[in-house]
């Protein structure tokens, strides 16, 4: 397998938000997941909470990619993205059902009559007053098949990013999907900064999640860290051994302190690396790729940094 010095170039030069290309770990996060659609099969009326909170890097919204792109061959399952459909009940339902009928109807079958009148209305024979309204008729039955097919045996999982941003009409609809669902089956998941669940649970806000609805997202492990950077590797195809990719890879996981925001900037270096040499692991200078890592890191923290919310305190910061 020759070197994909293409790809390579493409990580380098590719974004580091959203999406984590060669996602590892997070099994405790996922199995969160599972349980939310066991909790769904039971309390059946309500949506059901799932919250994954955590500093900026962390991987909040890389993970609610993951779920909707590894679980979308699921037909029991509707991702919909609800970020901009938040401020009625009414609103984010009619948002879960374009959703649905934008996808392959799964079952069901037309009556004869509706057919029959579909059949007339496509090849355009349709004359008399009698054949307009048995057309209308058809498309409103048409519309309510497709629907209910769409959404049968379903359980819908919403998605909202950047839910520390909630404001006060979109929390209250969220009280209202809390308290009585949205007529389906249906799990909710939201990212956001570590402050996220306050903002749900405040005054005038959601009641009571449960008391699991939760998680704080931190650091990756060492060997979580190696193995997202070895797939990237075995996907570029360098010249060199197992054992080289494999140093290489836990080389990457330290300079990267176990962070995903951290990793992602590692991963580019070594693609810049890669590139220079060719794909050639034995030339690799890992100093080119800590150095460049640090200086990534670097000015990662100075754009935080740069935030308004610190204009107003005076803070002591250790950059990693």
Known sequence: MAFNAALAS?????????VAPYFAGREREMSHFDDAL???DYKKKQTVFRVFQGAPGCGKTSLLHHLRETRREDQDLLFVEVDSALESRAEVLAHVVDAALARPVRSGSLTESVRDALAKYSVGTVQSLGEIACVKNAGAALRSWQKDTALEDVTVVMTFDEAQNLNRRQVKTLAEMHKIGIG???VLLLAGLSHTYDVLSAPNAISRLV????????AMTDEECAESTLAMLDELGPTGGAVERRALAERVARVSHSWPQHLNRA?????RELGRVNGDLGRVDFARVEHDSDEARAGYYNNRLRDPAFDEVELLVYCL
């Open 10 to 18: 493409r990580i380098e030069k590719g974004g580091d938000r959203d």
């Open 38 to 40: 066991v909790e769904v």
């Open 267 to 271: 991963q580019q270096a070594l693609c």
């Open 184 to 186: 389906l089956p249906s």
């Open 211 to 218: 008391a699991n609805a939760a998680m704080n997202m931190g």
